[in-house]
């Protein structure tokens, strides 16, 4: 089952502005996850955002998470071409165990020179 | 280097043929899973193993199998009871416990004959 639903699905945007992804979870979690994937390689970890946890930076990434609302955002900002790829969000249940993530849709992004 | 090394990076099945992908990490990682990525799609859990012996069934485990006999290795088999396995099938590592990543390997594509 896919529990993250990102939105939107693809993105265009020159280069030097911002982009937005959302991501929608359904059940109660320990840490949000982002994650890149370029085309035909496997997946790069960005960064994890804890539960107790409201917003994160990290370079010209910010995370934010809304565990009432059950949803995060990943901001990239001043984005370069080196930034197109597929962004997926991924979530580590309360429950469960194994440490098994569960992984949104993604949302491709493609950055115009 | 440490990382996760995935083999064959393209592989072909006949009709009727099982088929094993190669996942090997020197990462010292205790966990190892097994995704499935459709095109345009996130990722989806076949197998995972937290230890060596041991692995358990994930999301879409039917027609696939796995064995944990190294903590190093974790192969796949997609079976001839699997009637759809076109896809690229990512491997993953990770250690035990809250709010750790998992780091990837370059996948392999499966098409079939």
């Known amino acids: 089952s896919q529990q993250g639903e990102e939105d939107p699905q693809a993105l265009s945007i020159q280069e030097g502005e911002n982009a937005t992804m959302n991501c929608s979870y359904k059940?109660?979690?320990?840490?949000l996850q982002w994650y890149r994937q370029n085309s035909g390689r496997g997946l790069v970890h960005l960064i994890l955002?804890?539960?107790?946890?409201r917003e994160k930076h990290s370079g010209r990434l910010r995370v934010t998470l809304d565990t009432s609302k059950k949803s995060s955002s990943l901001l990239i900002t001043a984005s370069r071409a080196a930034d197109t790829a597929s962004y997926f969000c991924?979530?580590?249940?309360?429950?469960?165990?194994?440490?098994?993530?569960?992984f949104g849709t993604g949302t491709q992004l493609k950055v115009e020179l | 280097d440490g990382g996760i090394t995935q083999s064959p990076k393209y592989l072909f099945r006949k009709e009727g043929q099982n088929v094993t992908l190669s996942c090997e990490q020197n990462?010292?990682?205790?966990?190892m899973y097994w995704y499935r990525q459709d095109p345009g799609q996130g990722l989806r859990l076949i197998y995972y193993?937290?230890?060596?012996?041991?692995?358990q069934k994930g999301d879409i485990a039917e027609g696939y199998s796995v064995s944990r006999e190294k903590k190093e290795s974790f192969p796949l088999t997609v079976t001839s009871a699997q009637k759809n396995p076109t896809a690229f099938y990512l491997c993953?590592?990770?250690?035990?416990?809250?709010?750790?990543?998992?780091?990837f390997g370059d996948g392999t594509r499966l098409s079939i004959l």
């Open positions: 993953a590592s990770g250690v035990l416990g809250v709010r750790q990543p998992q780091h």
């Open positions: 059940t109660s979690i320990n840490n």
């Open positions: 955002i804890r539960s107790n946890e």
């Open positions: 991924a979530t580590d249940a309360l429950t469960g165990g194994g440490n098994k993530l569960t």
């Open positions: 990462l010292n990682h205790d966990a």
């Open positions: 193993s937290q230890i060596v012996n041991d692995f």
